[in-house]
């Protein structure tokens, strides 16, 4: 039997995760979830929004599911997101993006993964206001060869495993000459020890435009923290939005599985918004902890929904409820 800490989130996340769990529930893995909570809700009334004992529960068990959760913009607690990347040292951020038949999108037969660096550049939290009347601030870019290199590594070693051919590391080395310098120096010495997965570099307002224009020429794209967001958002929206795309954050012990979307507050508990981002995260996660079939179960499972185009939701063109939604791939487990 497999121990794993289930955070809901807030916003949409209570929703998306527990369509998830009903769904990885019914596969018939021997799964118990041990649920803890964090974000604004627990500020209240732990004073933190992320406790010590979410850190233990996922520290123990090693494997987590998450849903959104909400981050003030401009001021507030920083992001329970990134500091539990950072804590947890989860330095790799594995987004695949991939289209499904029948969901209608402008291209076909995507199939891309972002592998994005997760514990350090702009997101490293070290900012601050460089004038008493905050007219004017700095944030630093730190970015490391040793850090740089572990997720070189990661990406390499994500392409071999899979069986991938081709890996594209972006960056802006041509402008910030020094952090992003390092970055793709580092992707270029691990590289070589790969003769068999092709590699490249793509300057990141080009790899943008690329993505747009000829997405089918790339298949792994490796990527500082900042540049890894927006390109996952990017490729989520090439095949269908934010509500199927799903995420992995990876340490050499801990993994911690959620969507790439956010909270979604306009949508939280309007049993509206579409959980495959979730279900994909879980089936990520089932894969993680080797429970290949269930795993397999519920991608055929979204597969055949997907192609019959029934009981989608908003997003996806459909007018289906969330709730509708996971009995109808419950339906459709094998
Ligand atoms: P968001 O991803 O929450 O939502 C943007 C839009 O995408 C929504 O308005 C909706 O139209 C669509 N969308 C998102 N998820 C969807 C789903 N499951 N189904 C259908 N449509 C979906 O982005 P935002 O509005 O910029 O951020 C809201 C909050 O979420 C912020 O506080 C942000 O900091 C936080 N956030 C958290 C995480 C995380 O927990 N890892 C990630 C991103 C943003």
Redesign the pocket.
């Known amino acids: 039997m497999h121990k794993i800490t289930l955070i809901p ?1 807030d ?3 209570p929703e ?1 995760t527990d369509s998830c769990i009903k769904i990885i529930d019914a596969t018939g893995v021997n799964i118990e979830f041990e649920k803890v909570d964090a974000g604004a809700d627990v500020m209240e009334t732990e004073g933190t929004p992320l406790p010590d004992y979410v850190l233990s529960s996922i520290r123990k068990n090693k494997v987590a599911i ?8 401009g001021s507030g607690f920083r ?3 990134v500091a539990l990347r950072k804590k947890l040292d989860l330095y790799a951020n594995l987004r695949p993006t991939r289209s499904f038949e029948g969901i209608n999108t402008r291209y076909e037969n995507i199939d891309l993964v972002v592998v994005r660096e997760n514990t350090e550049g702009l997101y490293a939290g070290i900012e601050r206001y460089t004038s008493d009347d905050k007219s004017s601030g700095e944030t630093i870019r730190r970015i490391t060869k040793d850090a740089s290199e572990r997720i070189a590594q990661f990406a390499f070693e994500y392409a071999k495993n899979e069986k991938r051919n081709k890996v594209t590391v972006t960056h802006k080395a041509n402008i910030m000459k020094v952090t992003d310098g390092i970055f793709l120096d580092a992707a270029r010495k691990i590289s070589e020890k790969y003769p068999n997965v092709e590699f490249e570099d793509r300057i990141i307002d080009n790899m943008c435009m690329q993505l747009v224009v000829k997405p089918e020429l790339y298949d792994i794209i490796l990527a500082p923290n900042l540049f890894g967001d927006i390109l996952s958002d990017l490729c989520a929206g090439l095949v269908g ?3 199927i795309a799903p995420g992995a954050n990876i340490g050499d012990e801990i993994a911690v599985f ?10 939280a508990g309007m049993d509206k ?6 279900i994909l995260s879980g089936v990520l996660m089932l894969k993680y902890i080797k429970e290949t079939d269930a795993a397999d179960s519920i991608t055929k499972a979204l597969e055949a929904a997907f192609r019959e185009g029934k009981h989608l ?3 996806l063109g459909g007018d289906a409820k969330l709730s509708e939604f996971t009995e109808y791939i419950i339906s459709k487990l094998p």
């Open positions: 989130g916003g949409i996340g998306v998450k849903g959104p959760i909400t981050t003030p913009v992001s329970v997101n939005g934010l509500g959620e969507p790439v979307h956010g909270s979604a507050p306009k949508y918004v579409n959980s495959t981002a979730t939701t908003y997003d």
